[in-house]
Structures are given as structure tokens and as C-alpha cells.
């Protein structure tokens, strides 16, 4: 009876390590298919204090300093009310504009590739306008989420380049979180060509692993969305996944083997 029990809880921590594994392979597979596809950089601004420039964007690489992303330039103006404009070209600059109480709005406008993209707020109002090519695309609720940070100034907004590494064209793609599992995308094509998609839920975004690289980059989202699970998401720790399902896989995998090669003596 002892070893009956034995082997059943052995073979269901198998069975569930082998599972856990299975699904963490597959997302595995499918971040690296999705990266040999398409490359996917989130627009990020270097804030260190001083005279570091704003106008200029840059993947993370590790620490700083960090890699300019050719290619993208970026213009930071508030608004007064006198009607005079102040264009501010390092956080420095930005922190003190955006704590001045004379500055009425704030405007930054992307140029990518002969296509600008702009995000322009009253600080009145409580709403984000977007225009592309000076345009009007579309609104929304503004959710500041830092007030001195330009990366992460809006809760629900984000902003990404992604790149077909074969052809070397790009998109801008602009992603709003319109509620806890719902989003909008523009992406903007390198002719100016604006298209809009709505998804209403996380199974309809894990359609596209493309689409769940661009939304965990943009920042647009609180935590990372997994591609066909949460389960490989979140910090990892000694319990998981190494300790629960590697090393369950192969001590319960011994136990299982070690009884059916006992069993195997005995009937032999």
C-alpha cells in the first residue's frame, strides 16, 4: 500500500511537472519565432538628470548609457498662457517646464521616417489627443502615471518601432489600454497610413504573438501577458520554476521509474 501511494503522488507531480514544462517550451518557441519575424523596441527616453538629451530615443541595453535608436527624433513644447511655446531638449529642462506653474499644455511629437506622430494634453482637460501627419486620429482619458517621468508620464499609453529585419521597413505603433484586458493599436505604416484595431480581451490578443510583444514593450499594460498563458510570467524564484517543474520532474520521474523496475523484478 505504501509504495501504491508513493507511486501515485510521484506520478501526479510527473504528470504536472511534465505539463508545466510542456508550456513553458511552447512559450518559449513562440518568443523566439516571434523575434526572428519581426524586432520590437519600445520609444524610450534617456532621464538621467544634467544635460542629457530628450530628443532622441533609445533602446535598453542592460544599463545606460543606452543605444540611440536611429532614425527617430522627438520635440518636447509646453504651452503657456501667453500663447508663447518653450521647447525643452533635456529632463532637466522638462522636469522644471512641467513643475512651472505658467505652463498651460504639453505637446511631444515623434518624426519617424517623414511621418510625425504627436501627443498633445491641456493640462485642464483630461484627455490625450493624437494626431498623425497633423491629423486628428483619435482621444484619450489621460492617466498620469508619473508626473516628472517622460517614458512613463501616461498610465495607459505606450509607444513601439517595429521592424522587419529582412526589409528593414517599420511601423510606429501606438497602444492605448482601454481597460484591464482591452486595448486599442494604431500603427502607423511608413506611408502615413494610419490603422486602428480594437481588442476586447487577452484571448483575442494572443491571436497575434506579434501583437502581445508590441503591447508588454509599449508599457501600455502593468504586467507582462504571456503568449498562451500567464504561467511562465512574473519574477522568477528557486520554487519556479526551478525548483517546481524541473527538479519535481526528475525526482518524481526516479520514483516512478525506480517502482515500475521493482515492480518489473518482482513479476519477473
Known sequence: MKRIIIGLIGGLVFLASSVTIGLI????????????RYKIEPLTFDEREGNTSIERLYEVVDSPPYREIPG?????????????????????DYVSAMNDGG????????????????????????????????EFVSSFPKRIHLEDSV???????GLVRKTDPDSGTG?????????????????????????????????????DPET???????????????YHTQLSE?????????FFPYVTFV???GMVYGLVRKRTVWTS
Do not use: C
Not at 517550451?25 to 526572428?36: A, F, M, Q
Not at 502581445?212 to 504571456?226: D, F, Q
Open 72 to 92: 527617430v527624433t522627438v520635440t518636447h513644447v509646453f504651452s503657456t498662457g501667453e500663447g508663447d511655446d518653450i521647447r525643452t531638449a533635456t529632463y532637466s
Open 151 to 157: 517614458d512613463m508620464r501616461y498610465g495607459n499609453l
Open 25 to 36: 517550451v511552447r512559450e518559449y518557441i513562440t518568443d523566439e519565432r516571434s523575434k526572428d
Open 251 to 253: 525526482v518524481s520521474g
Open 234 to 242: 512574473g519574477l522568477p524564484a528557486f520554487s519556479f520554476p526551478v
Open 103 to 134: 505652463a498651460t499644455g504639453y505637446e511631444r511629437t515623434y518624426a519617424v521616417e517623414g511621418n510625425t506622430l504627436s501627443l498633445k494634453e491641456e493640462f485642464d482637460s483630461d484627455q490625450v489627443i493624437l494626431t498623425v501627419n497633423g
Open 171 to 207: 511601423e510606429t505603433i501606438m497602444v492605448e489600454q482601454r481597460g484591464p484586458e482591452s486595448w486599442e493599436v494604431f500603427t502607423v505604416d511608413p506611408e502615413g497610413a494610419v490603422v486602428r484595431e480594437s481588442i476586447p480581451s487577452i484571448k483575442e490578443l494572443r491571436r
Open 212 to 226: 502581445v510583444r508590441v503591447i508588454n514593450h509599449s508599457g501600455a499594460h502593468r504586467e507582462s501577458i504571456g
